[in-house]
């Protein structure tokens, strides 16, 4: 590859974050410390834009959701952030909600992110969870049997709005008998 074009593969693809593994892969690059110089390089000249240890974004616009299935892999978005955006809770949420294989709170460019732990076994099944453009984000029922999973008192505004067939068939994920007593509950309601 020439000069000029490692830095154009990055800007040509349709992702807008990027890891350094995702960079490795791009560049077809084995030399670490060449991918490492590279990129040091184009943040220092501005074309790029560091915002975590190992992530990167070609510019100020980039896709927040993405980032927050990138800081901690593997993860999808869910709780919260899809519960209000498909109107089955109506409080307003600032953080995005992400399910992952750890719980923390991070805070990037005034974005607050908040990873909630969920077994391993549920976190890399694919049911209830699509791909949305770059990042992966669960459907309503699969964001309220998480967000179940995670509490054990949780007031949902609009449960009209949910496939009670659809939450039943994905309830066994969890191999949890609170979960399923809350959701023969909550279905009746």
Do not use: C
């Not at 699509?130 to 459907?139: M, R």
Request: no cysteine; aromatic share 14%; net charge positive.
């Amino acid at each position: 590859m020439k000069k000029g074009d490692y830095l154009n593969k990055i800007l040509r693809s349709e992702k807008t974050v990027f890891t350094v593994k995702d960079i490795v892969l791009l560049w077809r690059e084995e030399d670490l410390n060449a991918v490492y110089a590279r990129l040091n390089y184009y943040v220092k000249e501005g074309d790029l834009h560091r915002v975590r240890k190992g992530v990167y974004v070609k510019n100020e616009e980039y896709d927040r959701l993405e980032l927050a299935v990138r800081i901690f892999t593997p993860a999808y978005v869910s709780f919260e952030t899809v519960l209000a955006r498909e109107g089955v809770i109506f409080q307003f949420q600032t953080a995005i909600t992400v399910a992952s294989y750890l719980a923390r709170r991070v805070v990037i460019d005034k974005q607050e992110y908040s990873f909630r732990k969920i077994k391993h076994g549920v976190l890399l099944n694919p049911t209830g969870v699509k791909q949305e453009k770059n990042f992966s984000v669960a459907n309503k029922e699969r964001a309220f049997l998480d967000t179940l999973y995670n509490h054990t008192d949780y007031y949902f505004d609009n449960l009209r709005s949910l496939d009670w067939d659809t939450v039943f068939s994905m309830l066994p994920l969890y191999e949890n008998r609170r979960m399923n007593r809350q959701v023969e509950r909550l279905s009746l309601l």
